[in-house]
């Protein structure tokens, strides 16, 4: 079964507009990691948080890790037609490693 | 990336034939995974091997299913007999060791089953 929750599962949004996904787990969390697929492209990573209440940000993307270490976010402040994908997470619960991906955020960018 | 290579990029079988994927990763790997995707179930892991070894193949979905990997260059992933719910993207990815332990997937194999 899902291990995480990630919502929404899709997203369309006006180009300039921003946009987040989250990514939510009932058992707490090592690290968590993010993931880009874009449209019949393979996933590549993004990030790996590790921290309570780890903030990274690159360029446009910011990443959150909750204080609790049990959810995650990824916001995208202004977006492009460059950010059309899916978006996913895949947490790590120590032993079992980053194996288990969320279904992932299918976001839709209209310019 | 680079890193993984695998084939056929796509396949096209009538249901009954054998189908085999291959995955061929770059030196210096540590842990090789086998994933499919669909637009129902997502990204599914199906199995994978830590130093050529099988840790984990919970997620092979019958007997139909079975996967090797006779060394640390060659990864195989066989369907036997395959069946039109098996028609999917099915990934190869690696882990390389290091902190983040971040997966590199090749660019996948879509498989159609007729």
């Known amino acids: 079964g899902q291990q995480v929750m990630q919502i929404p599962q899709y997203q369309h949004v006006q180009e300039g507009e921003d946009f987040t996904t989250y990514c939510n787990s009932s058992t707490t969390l090592s690290n968590i990691q993010w993931y880009k697929q874009r449209p019949g492209g393979h996933p590549v990573f993004l990030i790996q948080l590790v921290k309570s209440g780890e903030v990274k940000k690159q360029k446009r993307l910011t990443f959150q890790f909750g204080e609790a270490k049990k959810n995650s976010s990824l916001h995208i402040t202004a977006t492009q037609t460059t950010d059309v994908g899916t978006y996913f997470c895949a947490p790590n619960r120590g032993s079992q490693g980053n194996l288990i991906f969320g279904k992932g955020t299918k976001l839709s960018v209209k310019p | ?114």
């Not at chain 2, 086998?34 to 019958?62: A, C, H, K």
């Not at chain 2, 990864?75 to 993207?89: F, G, H, M, N």
């Open chain 2, 1 to 114: 990336d680079a890193g993984v290579i695998q084939s056929p990029r796509h396949e096209v079988t009538e249901m009954g034939q054998e189908v085999t994927l291959r995955c061929k990763p770059i030196s210096g790997h540590n842990s090789l995974f086998w994933y499919r995707q669909t637009m129902m179930r997502g990204l599914e892991l199906l199995i994978y091997f830590n130093n050529n070894v099988p840790i984990d193949d919970s997620g092979m979905p019958e007997d139909r299913f079975s996967a090797k990997m006779p060394n640390a260059s060659f990864s195989t992933l066989k369907i036997q007999p395959s069946e039109p719910r098996d028609s999917a993207v099915y990934f190869c990815a690696i882990t390389l060791g290091g902190n983040t332990g971040e997966l590199f997937f090749g660019e996948g194999s879509r498989l159609t089953v007729l």
